[in-house]
């Protein structure tokens, strides 16, 4: 009885023993990039606006202003500024509560070669994904674990909500907006006053939050090219953002 029962437990100490040597062998030969997220300035979610109030041409116009904006040497600069590892985005479409994708995957973006890659990456997703109401709340929860799931760390973490009307679909932005906050994103918001035009009130009071957090406003889609523009250089770095010569309106 003696012996069986030290046989069992040669036996099992045996197995613990090659299951221990298994898992640290394999832990040695994974690459470091599994247990460590990559270190850049910035993680960056564009969320664009596509709910049915947007027609086509203002839909084309938001996004042609995101090509062109990682295509502009200053936005570039401000990119190749930031550091090293430069800046992390991705590329949101959004509408309604249920209706939120990620049509660019995270990317990093550090240098003139990188910046055109990723307006690249925009311009060959032309069509839109949803039409339907507005769902900024849920926008902001759908961002909030891109951030978290993704491989990289920055320093700062920002979500960039581009839109031309009020929250009329799921959780009201007002209320997931705190806990966004408290996990240490910003959320910063293009606002289009062409239908709404006391929608940046709206976005102060209820969308934006965080560290440093703005409301940037456009009159009509007319402006939204240049808008873009000044709202990256606003969010990749502040020096270049207060230049002077920067009209648009913002909040605060």
């Not at 007002?174 to 940046?200: C, F, K, M, Y």
């Not at 240049?226 to 920067?246: F, Q, Y």
Request: charged share 20%; proline share 4%.
């Amino acid at each position: 009885m003696y012996a069986l029962q030290k046989h069992r437990l040669n036996t099992r100490t045996r197995f613990r023993l090659v299951l221990f040597l298994f898992f640290f062998f394999l832990g040695l030969s994974m690459p470091t990039g599994l247990h460590a997220r990559m270190k850049v300035d910035l993680e960056l979610v564009l969320a664009v606006d596509t709910s049915g109030s947007v027609d086509m041409l203002e839909y084309k116009t938001q996004m042609e202003g995101l090509i062109r904006a990682f295509q502009d040497p200053a936005v570039i600069a401000a990119i190749h500024g930031t550091g090293p590892n430069g800046i992390a985005v991705t590329l949101v479409h959004w509408s309604s509560a249920g209706e939120q994708k990620q049509i660019v995957p995270w990317t990093q973006v550090k240098d003139t070669a990188t910046a055109h890659a990723f307006s690249q990456a925009m311009a060959a997703r032309p069509a839109r994904s949803f039409n339907d109401s507005t769902g900024i709340g849920a926008v902001l929860r759908f961002g909030e674990r891109l951030i978290q799931r993704n491989r990289f760390e920055g320093r700062r973490k920002s979500i960039d909500v581009s839109g031309d009307g009020n929250n009329n679909s799921g959780i009201p932005p007002q209320l997931i907006r705190e806990a966004v906050v408290a996990s240490g994103i910003t959320i910063n918001g293009l606002t289009i006053l062409d239908e709404n035009p006391h929608l940046h009130f709206y976005y102060a009071r209820n969308v934006i939050g965080g560290a440093g957090a703005f409301v940037m406003t456009v009159e009509s889609y007319v402006d939204i090219i240049a808008a873009t523009r000044a709202k990256l250089l606003r969010e990749i770095s502040v020096s270049i953002a207060n230049r002077p010569g920067n009209t648009l309106k913002t909040i605060p």
